[in-house]
Every structure is written in C-alpha cells, then in structure tokens.
C-alpha cells in the first residue's frame, strides 16, 4: 500500500498569511492527489484532483503544485474560514490512502 | 444539486452487523462510482471501500476485506455498506462520497455527505 505523509501536523498563522501544507507519497504516484478540508464537525470538502486542479467553486487562494512523490498545498492569504484540516489524497492505487493530516490554526 | 444522506448508523455489539445505506440525489448516480469513508472519534479519514458505477468492481481497505460488502442499487439511486463482525476499531462516522469521473474507475471525492456514526460496544 501506498503511505502518505504530511508536514506539518499543525501549524499556527495569521489572517494574511500564506500557507504552505507539504505531502509525500512512498512512491510514485504522477499527479494522481487530492486535498480535502475539513472543519470540526463537518464533512470533508474537496479542493483540489490532479494535484493542481481546483474543484469547481473553491476560491483561488487555493493553488496545488507536484508530481511523483511531493506534493504542496498553498492557501496564499490565510481567513478566519480557512482554519481547519487539510488532508492530501492518493488516487493512484487501491487501496486509496489519506496523508494523517495537517491543522491551521489561529496564532 | 448533488445530495448525499446516510443512514443506517447506530451501536452495535463486538461482533454484529449493520447496514448503512447513503441516498443520492442531484446527479446521474448510475454514471458515477462511489466510496465509503470512514473517521474514527479524533482520528484522521480512512478510505473504506468504492464500486463502480455499475457494480463490477469493487474495491475495499485491508481493515474491513472479508467483513463488509459494498454495493449499490441504480434503481433506487441508493449506496450500501454491510459490515459484518465488527469491532471496536470500526467504531467512527462513515461518509458516503460521489466519485469525480463519469464511468470510471474511481479517481477523486467532489461530493461528501454528513456521515453517519456507528459504535461498536458491549
């Protein structure tokens, strides 16, 4: 199976920040990611397919870059509705496996 | 717009079953594969199990191969999990979610429902 790490497992930022959320693959898996957000108590809500590709009526302050094994998610000027959970994705092989997750939160 | 409710959830003793079952609305669920995810209370996401828009192929995580059944009725536009000799560490809220490709075979979630939880305890 393939393991997904993420870095960091939390962080604390600033409204105006910008974020960036790093996810690894243990091996290669082209741009086959996805990053989810997901608020307390809340399902998660997709972001980003294909690594870069943002899903439709996500804001683009969301961007995605990478390929392979290393994958980045930057949010370029932090709100107070972007406090939450990020996790990354692989779609590339069953069984589909989550990053542990990485939580942005008020500093 | 696309909807997706579970249903189904509830406690249940080591070793029990249960079936959940999601309905979708909104969309052509005939067209589209579907996953089931899970979270355990404080834990991260778990990907579970997916089948095909027809029901072909189906697909499960090491942790539940062999104890639950994915499948799906086109006729009723509705999505099962039975889950069969549970265990503790099946406790958490299970999420239904559209797969992004049409007659694929499974790639990206766009769309989650709110989840339903099960508890497994004596």
């Known amino acids: 199976d393939i393991q997904m790490t993420q870095s960091p497992s939390s962080l604390s930022a600033s409204v105006g920040d910008r974020v960036t959320i790093t996810c690894r693959a243990s091996?290669?898996?082209?741009?086959?990611l996805a990053w989810f957000q997901q608020k307390p108590g809340k399902a998660p809500k997709s972001l980003i397919y294909g690594a870069s590709s943002l899903q439709s009526g996500v804001p683009s302050k969301f961007s995605g870059s990478g390929s392979g094994t290393d994958f980045t998610l930057t949010i370029s000027s932090l709100q107070p509705e972007d406090f939450a959970t990020y996790y990354c994705?692989?779609?590339?092989?069953?069984?589909?496996?989550f990053g542990p997750g990485t939580k942005v939160d008020i500093k | 717009q696309v909807q997706l409710v579970e249903s189904g959830g509830g406690v249940v003793q080591p070793g029990g079953s249960l079936r959940l079952s999601c309905a979708a609305s909104g969309f052509t669920f005939s067209g589209y594969g579907m996953h089931w995810v899970r979270q355990a209370p404080g834990k991260g996401l778990e990907w579970v199990a997916f089948i095909r828009y027809d029901g072909s192929n189906k697909y499960y995580a090491d942790s539940v191969k062999g104890r639950f059944t994915i499948s799906r009725d086109n006729s009723k536009n509705t999505l099962y999990l039975q889950m069969n000799s549970l265990r503790a560490e099946d406790t958490a809220v299970y999420y239904c979610?559209?797969?992004?490709?049409?007659?694929?075979?499974?790639?990206?979630?766009?769309?989650w429902g709110q989840g339903t939880l099960v508890t497994v305890s004596s």
């Open positions: 994705q692989q779609y590339n092989s069953y069984p589909f496996t």
């Open positions: 979610a559209k797969d992004l490709s049409y007659l694929g075979f499974g790639e990206n979630s766009d769309y």
């Open positions: 091996q290669g898996i082209s741009n086959y």
